[in-house]
């Protein structure tokens, strides 16, 4: 990727990022990575790294545990190690054992199902093997501390035992000597000392004539003399000799693996690479827990879409000072290109601009952004800047003509693969004659397709941007109740600076205020004061949309509550019908189980009658049963009936009340009462019943 200027990275506070990065790296390999951080421009490349961070963070997240745990520097060993006649140290060939042991836990730890799992992590070691020949060699040879084994050649065996045999002797007869001379009061305190690897007697110096043998030097205070013995001259000469010729050995044991393992110098040096990358993984995903960083979408071209983006490292110090971040929303594409940001000063314009230019550095390099998972990304191959004072004291150029050389390089290298970043464009001059040439920049860089974000106070630009195909404005929210900038963006109408909003805030003589409003135009002084307007009643529409959100949800959640209960209620009801229902079958069945039973016992009477009499009467008996059931039947057929045609009314019964007659269901009219009797007319009989038997009804009506 190409940068303008050559501070573009530092000003969007790339290298912060870098450093933060850096502190979580293990191995000196990471460490490097991080400082020399590539930013890429192929798809392929960063949609690799992003998922290779997506999926170790999902590792650390699960508290999975993955095998990277050795922090090795390996470079000096594996150089040697390609060197002819180099010979590595026992302690040396331990690290490169660990190296290897790295190795086989890594490709152990991607079994099957894990290599399913997480696809860009075994894509690391997609390149490389498994050699186990390495850990073989080096443990034939040394111990776990890095020592050869004794057995590790047969003159080493046969070096070693005569040693051990050899000091063992030394010991034994060195034992008599000084204990004869401590005897006769010739030794100082310490009795015995090694000296230029010999074994020495440490005698008072008054008696050092006594002692035959060689004298190997005097104490500082020269009160002891350092000598030995004469019986053990031969002896120590013997296992200094043994002693030499085991040193050249195990030298020559050390030079012959190196040679044997000098064939795996380059899988060794792409393994340490490989514990490297991990290590460097490991330290993008961390750095993305910090910072809640996600893995959004990757588009082949150029494209911003940014839901609920943060500013990396605004998000991380609010964090500590446990303060909300304000998070960003904006869409750049084809039909919208070029942003235009205003509003109040100290608002949030350059924030904001600062945060879509990291964020994208961010996701080119292959790292998570805090970000909504449901961005998107486009691919840049050129950054372009210009933030803050430009003036350059070594070429002698003011401000703006630095920020016009900026505009110069904008515009005749500019592509639709460039992404821009404008801090006030055309400040610096006269605002009409600079308004003018910022509006002339921006139509230019529209037409070289560039995208990019432009934040300004001319009025010119925001009537320029609401008017132009490709540019949109956006505006910086504002308080001017309470003159707090509120650090939000809103899309798609212009901000007002508040200039006397924030000089009343401060608290600058009314007076003055009041001056300089009679000295703006009128006409500039109305939009602006038509922008104020517009962007409070907006926070009002706000405001009251938040409202109304709340009370729909409000509504739909009482709307689902009497859902259930009217849900409960139908159920509760079907279950009582139910009931009812098999109340009633019940109630028949018990029935009729009672009538099979006298049927049954009359007919086992009836053949066991033997006088004609007696079963003349048994057929009366299941006869008069027969009848009554059936005759219920009717009644209650009757019944039902007269139950849809009339309603029971009830109370005193009166003359002209159509009545029931409970005994025989019969529907008639009172025509005279006699104490506790009534004539009741029946079609064209007239009887006469008791008033006890009679219900006073009412005809139902009919429903159309």
């Known amino acids: 990727m190409k940068f303008f200027p050559e501070s573009a990275l530092s000003q969007l506070e790339f290298d912060k990022v870098k450093t933060l990065l850096e502190e979580h790296c293990k191995t000196e390999y990471a460490k490097v990575k991080s400082q020399e951080l590539r930013i890429h421009t192929r798809k392929e490349f960063i949609e690799l790294e992003l998922q290779q961070t997506h999926e170790y963070k999902l590792l650390i997240q699960h508290s999975m545990y993955f095998p990277n745990d050795y922090v090795l520097n390996l470079a000096k060993e594996l150089r040697l190690l390609g060197i002819s006649g180099a010979v590595l140290t026992g302690e040396q060939f331990m690290l490169v054992r660990k190296l290897a042991e790295g190795m086989q836990n890594i490709f152990r730890w991607f079994d099957s199902d894990r290599r399913l799992a997480y696809p860009a992590l075994v894509k690391v070691i997609g390149d490389t093997y498994y050699e186990k020949v390495i850990m073989e060699l080096i443990d034939d040879v040394l111990l776990e501390n890095g020592e050869v084994k004794d057995n590790a050649s047969e003159d080493l065996a046969r070096i070693r035992g005569s040693l051990y045999r050899r000091r063992t002797e030394l010991r034994r007869l060195f034992d008599k000597i000084v204990q004869k001379l401590s005897k006769a009061g010739y030794t100082a305190d310490i009795d ?54 085991e040193r050249r050995e195990v030298y020559r044991i050390l030079q012959q693996l190196t040679a044997r393992l000098s064939m795996y110098a380059p899988l060794l040096k792409t393994w340490h690479q490989v514990l490297g990358e ?17 893995y959004p979408q990757l588009h082949d071209k150029a494209h911003v879409h940014l839901v609920k983006a943060y500013h990396p490292l605004l998000y991380l110090y609010h964090q500590k000072t446990k303060k909300a971040t304000i998070p960003v929303d904006l869409t750049l594409d084809e039909k919208r290109r070029i942003l235009v940001i205003s509003g109040p000063n100290a608002g949030g314009k350059t924030v904001t601009l600062k945060t879509v230019g990291l964020l994208q550095l961010m996701i080119q390099s292959g790292l998570l952004v805090p970000v909504h998972p449901t961005s998107a990304f486009g691919i840049f191959k050129q950054i372009m800047i210009h933030i803050g004072d430009t003036q350059s004291l070594e070429f002698e150029l003011s401000t703006y003509s630095s920020h016009l050389l900026h505009m110069k390089h904008f515009i005749e290298n500019a592509s639709g693969k460039t992404m821009f970043f404008i801090d006030e464009l055309g400040s610096g001059s006269d605002p009409h004659l600079g308004g003018a040439f910022a509006e002339v920049i921006l139509e230019e860089l529209g037409h070289k397709h560039a995208m990019g974000i432009v934040t300004t106070h001319y009025l ?37 600076s508040y200039t006397f909003s924030i000089a009343e805030r401060i608290g600058l003589d009314a007076r003055l205020i009041n001056r300089a409003r009679s000295l703006v135009e009128e006409d500039h002084f109305r939009l602006d004061k038509l922008l104020n307007r517009t ?30 209960v009217l849900n409960q209620e139908k159920h509760r009801q079907q279950v009582e019908l139910l009931k009812q229902q098999n109340r009633i079958t019940e109630d028949r069945i018990a029935y009729l189980k009672d009538m099979e039973r006298t049927l049954k016992q009359l ?38 009936k007269l139950n849809s045609k009339y309603d029971e009314v009830g109370g005193e019964v009166q003359i002209g009340d159509k009545v029931l007659m409970k005994k025989n269901h019969q529907v008639g009219e009172v025509k005279e009462l006699r104490g506790k009797k009534a004539v009741v007319q029946l079609g064209l009989m007239p009887i006469t019943v008791s008033v006890d038997d009679l219900v006073v009804v009412t005809e139902k009506q009919n429903e159309e």
């Open 278 to 294: 991990y290590d460097f993984i490991q330290a993008k995903a961390k750095l993305a827990l910090d910072m809640n960083g996600e």
């Open 603 to 640: 007919v086992f009477d009836w053949k066991k009658a033997e006088v004609q009499e007696d079963k003349r009467e048994l057929i009366k008996q299941m006869h008069a049963l027969l009848f009554k059931q059936h005759q219920k039947q009717v009644t209650e057929k009757v019944k039902k």
């Open 535 to 564: 962007e409070q009643d907006l926070r009002e529409i706000e405001k009251k949309e938040k409202e109304l959100s709340k009370l729909i949800k409000e509504n739909e959640k009482l709307h689902k509550e009497m859902q259930q």
């Open 192 to 245: 015995e000392a090694f000296l230029n690897g010999r074994r020495v007697v440490a005698i008072v110096a008054e008696q050092k004539r006594q002692v035959k043998g060689i004298l190997h030097g005097e104490s500082d205070t020269r009160r002891t003399s350092f000598i030995e013995p004469e019986e053990t001259i031969e002896l120590n000469n013997e296992i200094f000799s043994l002693e030499n010729e």
């Open 460 to 496: 010119n630009l925001k009537v320029m941007a609401n008017k132009t195909p490709g540019i949109i404005n956006g505006a910086m929210a504002f308080d001017e109740n309470n003159l707090l900038p509120l650090y939000k963006l809103t899309i798609g109408k212009p901000g007002s």
